[in-house]
C-alpha cells in the first residue's frame, strides 16, 4: 500500500500536526511516539505492524535533522555517540523481528515502575543533569555507554514510544551527561534505532511509503525547531519537558495496562 485510500483530507491534516508535535518532542527530550503511533492507530486500514513500520519511517527523517542539528551546535563526543549506535541499530532490528512474538504486556508494567522511579528521582535532585559528571572513564565509560544503545535499541524495535525519553534518562543517571548532552547523544542512537528497525520491516512491504513520507516531512520540521529551542535553552527548558513527558509515559503506560488487565 502506498497511501490509505479511506484517509480523508481533515483526518490527515490532524495526523501532520501529530507528527509535527511529535518531532518536536523528540527533538528535545524523546516521547514522540507518544503521539505519533496513537495518531496512526486511527487510521482507517491499517495493521498494527504497518502502524509500527509506517511510524518509524516517518521518525527517521525527524531523528535524522534533530541529530544533525545538535551535531552541528552542541558537538556530542562522536566516540561515544557512535558506538551506542551502531549497537542500538542491531538491537532495534533484533528487537522488531520478535515484536510478533513477544508477549509485550508483560514488560509494561516494569516500565511503569521504571519510569516513576526516574520521574521521582529527576524531582527529588533538581541539580541531575544541570552539568555533565561522567560516572565512568576510559573502558568503563564506553562499555556503559554500549549497553544502554542496546537494551534501548532492542525495547525500541519490540516497543518503541518513550525511546528518546529513556535514552536521555540512562544516559543522564546511569552515565552522568548534562540534559543537553544526553539528547544531543540521544538523537544519534534514536536515528540508528529507526533504521534499525525499517531494515526489518521495508523488506516486508510493511511500511506505507506515501503516508510515511508525508509524516517524516511533518516531523522533520518539527524536530528542527524542537532541536534550535532546546540547544538554545538549555538543561533546564529540557529538565522541564523531560518531567513532563515522564509523567506523560506514565499515565499512557499505566491506562495500557489498566485496559489490558480488564479485557
Do not use: C
Amino acid at each position: 500500500m502506498f497511501f490509505p485510500p479511506e484517509l480523508g483530507l481533515p483526518a490527515l491534516a490532524l495526523l501532520l500536526l501529530a507528527a509535527f508535535a511529535a518531532g518536536w518532542i523528540d527533538a528535545v527530550v524523546g516521547g514522540g511516539g507518544l503521539l505519533q503511533l496513537p495518531a496512526l492507530l486511527l487510521v482507517p486500514g491499517l495493521t498494527p505492524v504497518q502502524v509500527l513500520a509506517t511510524n518509524k519511517l516517518g521518525s527517521v527523517f525527524g531523528t535524522a535533522t534533530s541529530a544533525l542539528t545538535y551535531y552541528r551546535r552542541a558537538r556530542p563526543d562522536l566516540r561515544t555517540a557512535l558506538p551506542m549506535a551502531a549497537v542500538a541499530l542491531v538491537g532495534s532490528f533484533a528487537g522488531a523481528s520478535i515484536a510478533s512474538s513477544l508477549p509485550v504486556a508483560v514488560f509494561k508494567p516494569v516500565i511503569v515502575v521504571a519510569l516513576v522511579v526516574v520521574a521521582a528521582l529527576t524531582l527529588a535532585r533538581p541539580a541531575l543533569g544541570q552539568a555533565t559528571a561522567l560516572r565512568y572513564a576510559g573502558h568503563a565509560h564506553y562499555r556503559a555507554a554500549v549497553a544502554v544503545g542496546l537494551a534501548i535499541g532492542v525495547y525500541d524495535g519490540v516497543l518503541g514510544p518513550g525511546t528518546g525519553t529513556f535514552l536521555v534518562m540512562a544516559m543522564v543517571s546511569l552515565i552522568g551527561y548534562d540534559f543537553l548532552q544526553a539528547s544531543a547523544k540521544a538523537k544519534i542512537v534514536n536515528f540508528a534505532t529507526n533504521i534499525g528497525a525499517l531494515l526489518f520491516f521495508a523488506p516486508s512491504g510493511a511500511v506505507v511509503w506515501g503516508l510515511g513520507l508525508m509524516l517524516g516531512v511533518a516531523n522533520l520540521s518539527g524536530s528542527y525547531l524542537g532541536a534550535r529551542m532546546a540547544i538554545s535553552s538549555g538543561t533546564k527548558f529540557i529538565r522541564v519537558v523531560f518531567l513532563v513527558v515522564v509523567l506523560a509515559l506514565i499515565v499512557k503506560v499505566s491506562h495500557d495496562v489498566w485496559v489490558e488487565n480488564l479485557s
